[in-house]
C-alpha cells in the first residue's frame, strides 16, 4: 500500500494515509506538473513548430477527513495540523510506492476556499477539509545522490624507489575520477560541499571546471551550490556566513543529464574532504 506522510514546518510528522487527520479519495498533484510550450506558426505551415517549453509551479490538493474525535479533541488536532501549514514556508510530502521507494515534495499552502457550516463544527463526527498546496520547484525528488572523496593515508614515500613513479601522491592531495548517474527525468545541479583544511578544489563535469582557491582552514566549509535558481558559493568559518562567489576561479557551472552518466573529475589540495551531491528530479510521485 502507498504510504503519505507530511513534515510539517514545526518538524511535527503525520501519517496521512491512517492518522488522526487522513487523506480521502480525489488526492491531486502525484502526476506530471503544468507545462507552457512555446512555438512559431507561419501562413505558410500547418500546426506549429515548438520552440521549447517550461514546467509551472505545481498545485497539489489535499482532500482531508478529521474522523472519529470528541469536539475537544478534534479542535486540538486540528489547530496542531494547521499549525504545520505556513503560507510562506515549506513543508515536505513524502509518497512511499509499495517497492519502498520515496519521493518529496516541498509544499506551502496556496488560495483557499472558504467554506459555510451548517452546524457547530465540533458536533460533526467526521470533518471534511479541501487543502489547497503549492510546490514553487515542481518536481518530486528521489533520495539524496553523493559522491564523497577524500585523502588516503600514504602507502609509499614521496620519492618512489620501488617502482618508475618519480613521485607518489601525499595525502595532502587528491586527485580522483567516478562515473555519476542521475536517475531522474530532469537534469541534476550537483552542490559541492568541501571542509577544510583545503586550499584549492577543482570539479569537472561535461567540460565545465568548477574551482576556488579559497583558504578553508580545518573545520571550516565551503559549499558550492550550482542550481540555477541559486548558484552561490558560501563560507563558513566558526558560524559565520560569508558569500564567496566572486572568489570562484571556474564557473562553468555544467549539469548531470536526466537519466545519464557523466565523468566527475575532483582535485583536493589539502587533508579535508569533498562532497559532491544533488537530489534526482522526477515529473511523478512514483
Known sequence: MTAFG??????SVWDLGDGPVALRPGLMGLMDPESEFFGRSTPALHGRRIT?????SRRVFWPLVIPGLSGLDWLTKRREFFDSLSYSTDGTF???????SIRTIALHLGAQSDRGYDIDPALVPLERLNVELVADDPWWNGPLVLSEFAPVEDVLPFFATTSDRVFNLMSSSTVASATVSNPGDVEAWPKYTITGPVSEFSSTISGGVVSSV???IDGAVLVIDTDPTVQIATLTV??????VTRDLVGVDWRPVPAGGSVALDVTLIGTGSLVVSFLPRFYRAW
Open 6 to 11: 507530511w513534515v510539517g514546518i514545526d518538524a
Open 52 to 56: 521549447g517549453h517550461r514546467h509551472l
Open 94 to 100: 513524502t509518497v512511499t510506492a509499495e517497492d519502498g
Open 214 to 216: 579559497t583558504n578553508v
Open 238 to 243: 566558526g558560524g559565520v556566513v560569508t558569500n
